[in-house]
T-cell receptor, first 113, second 113 residues
Framework: KNQVEQSPQSLIILEGKNCTLQCNYTVSPFSNLRWYKQDTGRGPVSLTI???SENTKSNGRYTATLDADTKQSSLHITASQLSDSASYIC????????????WGLGTSLAVNP | DAGITQSPRHKVTETGTPVTLRCHQT?????MYWYRQDPGHGLRLIHYSYGVKDTDKGEVSDGYSVSRSKTEDFLLTLESATSSQTSVYFC????????????FGPGTRLLVL
């Protein structure tokens, strides 16, 4: 069964600190990998989208990396802000199943002052 | 929320009653999607549309129907609501399903008693 697993499940950091969120997937072959940010009570917002040939993609203080060989991705947040408190969701597009999107359960990040 | 509105934003209904949720977009995107989000599950696709009057089932379509008579509107109907359909429902849009980002609406919180 194709799966997307994220770790940690939740994380608490102090404002200004960096953090890294992990995503491991078993989807194969895959078309692309996406990271979304979801604030409480709102819809997900796209941060990055990477194809299998891309290793790194940045969006401001957010940097996503992808290792297609080990089927791992990470999302690094630099100099965290209170507004970064949210759930971060990894999504993998299944190229072998009509590019169906397989959603992870997300990592809940709390940034404290 | 990228020119996407959902109505109603909150609804409480009773088991057995029909319910219709509306998604309206001003972006003229071809693809529209309905998802549900529940604790312990990643977002799950209910139905999607790839054009006016063109719709297809997602992974959890039982008990739901959709209609799209105009580019900008995508309706989700629960024929006879059940308690298992208590959830948060998100509408999303995209220009293509393959490489393009999906933009999400603010969500509808539905409680079926």
């Amino acid at each position: 069964k194709n799966q997307v697993e994220q770790s940690p499940q939740s994380l608490i950091i102090l404002e200004g600190k960096n953090c890294t969120l992990q995503c491991n997937y078993t989807v194969s072959p895959f078309s692309n990998l996406r990271w979304y940010k979801q604030d409480t009570g709102r819809g997900p917002v796209s941060l990055t989208i990477m194809t299998f040939s891309e290793n790194t993609k940045s969006n401001g203080r957010y940097t996503a990396t992808l290792d297609a060989d080990t089927k791992q991705s990470s999302l690094h947040i630099t100099a965290s802000q209170l507004s970064d408190s949210a759930s971060y969701i990894c999504v993998v597009s299944d190229a072998g199943n009509n590019r169906k999107l397989i959603w992870g359960l997300g990592t809940s990040l709390a940034v404290n002052p | 929320d990228a020119g996407i509105t959902q109505s109603p934003r909150h609804k409480v209904t009773e088991t057995g009653t029909p319910v219709t949720l509306r998604c309206h977009q001003t972006e003229n995107h071809r693809y529209m999607y309905w998802y549900r989000q529940d604790p312990g599950h990643g977002l799950r696709l209910i139905h999607y549309s790839y054009g006016v009057k063109d719709t297809d089932k997602g992974e959890v379509s039982d008990g739901y129907s959709v209609s799209r008579s105009k580019t900008e509107d995508f309706l989700l109907t629960l024929e006879s609501a059940t308690s298992s359909q208590t959830s948060v429902y998100f509408c999303a849009i995209s220009e293509s399903p393959v490489t393009e980002t999906q933009y999400f609406g603010p969500g509808t919180r539905l409680l079926v008693l």
